[in-house]
């Protein structure tokens, strides 16, 4: 895999040092319009051929106004914290000002870019610097967001953008990151699906690292970033905490309210019921005898009881449209919802359980459980033809009864409706 890599990133290279466009501070090929702004999170990972290691999170906040580039982010690990505040110009982004607060075992240093000067505010060092380099270089925190707004396509020219960086002992960094390659990919996201991406590589000249960028082709919003080195990687994933899926607003205190002030009962029974005539049946279907005509849900199985209220109603639909949209999973209920979710336990061998204290409304019922079924059949055990004084009379078929043992699952929910306050309701929530 290395030498394929080495290979890859060679043959890549050579072909970058034709047709370079070098992009500057200020060039009309960067278009502001195409950043995606908000607040955004991602996961920081390490990845090898056995595993990925979650590393810690990436915090990135992204503002164009009153004519300033805000750039904020924040990446936090067990040991480490970075936090970083750039700011530039909207329409050249030419870098105005940056404060960087580094926390690694327990000590800060924070330096400050700005006035033709670095300043480290932990020593109080000062480091001039000649002011024209923020016309030649860009931040580099700035430039994966450069790269976002720069026109993408199928065999595009190969950018180069300098970069600029500063550590916290006032040591200046500059570099070249060359576009490699930039072609068609797919990012799938848990939550939303498969995204179009336009997958950039780059190769930073003087410290040799690798990156891919997914960007996305409808959006430009930034979907993931791999480091690539020594046959592993360092990398982004988008989390999409900022997507809001509801439409519907969530109403804590009238949902507490509902579950909780009220004075109807639901109780019920949860069990599963064998159907051998279903065409997912894979047993024969003749001679069976004695099973089990329900298969009760064992004692301990959660019941789950929630309100089915225009939120959760939305919740509930989003799931079903989910389940229809590839390599997406399910969405989950938002804490403050999922915490107004009543649990009880089945309590008996039979299947019981019960909620109180509940107004009136409509509710869902949702179980799972693991079960064996049991039952017997009758097989052919063997044959023999009958002669008597030798003549053939017919053939005897010889039975008996076996036992059988097989796994199940049950999952099912059921709607519930109190139609006044102080009923009580009791139900079957079976399969």
Not at 133 to 158: C, M, R, W
Not at 216 to 227: A, C, P, S, T
Not at 297 to 317: C, D, I, N, R
Request: with cysteine; glycine share 6%.
């Amino acid at each position: 895999m290395k030498r394929t890599l080495i290979l890859l990133s060679f043959t890549l290279l050579c072909k970058s040092i034709f047709a370079q466009t070098i992009i500057l501070p200020g060039d009309k090929k960067i278009n502001p319009n195409l950043i995606h702004q908000g607040n955004f999170s991602m996961v920081y990972y390490h990845s090898d051929v056995t595993q990925v290691t979650d590393l810690g999170t990436y915090d990135v906040d992204v503002q164009i106004k009153e004519g300033k580039f805000n750039l904020n982010t924040f990446r936090k690990t067990k040991y480490y914290e970075e936090k970083n505040i750039i700011i530039a110009d909207a329409n050249s982004f030419k870098a105005l000002h940056r404060t960087t607060n580094i926390l690694d075992d327990g000590k800060t240093s924070e330096f400050v870019i700005g006035n033709g000067e670095f300043t480290n505010t932990k020593t109080g060092k000062k480091t001039n610097y000649d002011t024209k380099l923020t016309e030649q270089y860009f931040d580099y925190h700035i430039y994966p967001y450069v790269l976002s707004a720069l026109p993408l396509k199928l065999g595009n020219e190969n950018y180069v953008i300098p970069t600029i960086s500063v550590d916290d002992k006032n040591s200046v960094t500059t570099d070249e990151v060359i576009v490699l390659e930039t072609k068609s990919d797919q990012f799938t996201s848990q939550l939303t699906g498969q995204h179009m991406c336009w997958k950039v590589t780059v190769y930073h000249k003087n410290t040799k690292k690798y990156l891919n960028y997914y960007i996305d082709k409808n959006n430009r919003r930034i979907r993931k970033i791999e480091h690539l080195f020594k046959g592993k990687i360092l990398g982004f994933l988008d989390k999409e905490k900022d997507i809001n899926l509801f439409k519907t607003s969530f109403d804590e205190q009238a949902i507490r309210k509902m579950m909780n002030d009220g004075e109807s009962i639901i109780t019920g029974e949860a069990f599963a019921r064998d159907d051998r005539s279903g065409k997912d049946n894979k047993l024969i279907k003749i001679d069976i005898l004695n099973v089990n005509k329900k298969q009760f849900a064992p004692k301990g199985t959660k019941v789950l009881l929630m309100p089915y209220t225009e939120y959760y109603k939305e919740w509930f639909e989003l799931n079903k449209n989910q389940a229809k949209v590839k390599g997406a999973k399910p969405i989950p209920l938002p804490k403050e919802a999922a915490s107004q979710v009543k649990i009880s336990e089945i309590y008996d061998d039979k299947g019981h359980f019960e909620f109180s204290n509940l107004m009136n409304g409509e509710y869902l019922l949702f179980t799972s459980f693991n079960y064996e079924d049991f039952f017997s059949k009758r097989e052919v055990t063997g044959k023999a033809d009958v002669y008597v004084n030798g003549s053939y009379q017919g053939t005897e078929v010889y039975t008996d009864m076996f036992g059988y043992t097989q796994q199940g699952n049950a999952n099912f929910y059921k709607f519930v409706t109190i139609q006044k306050n102080g009923e009580k309701i009791d139900v079957k929530l079976k399969r």
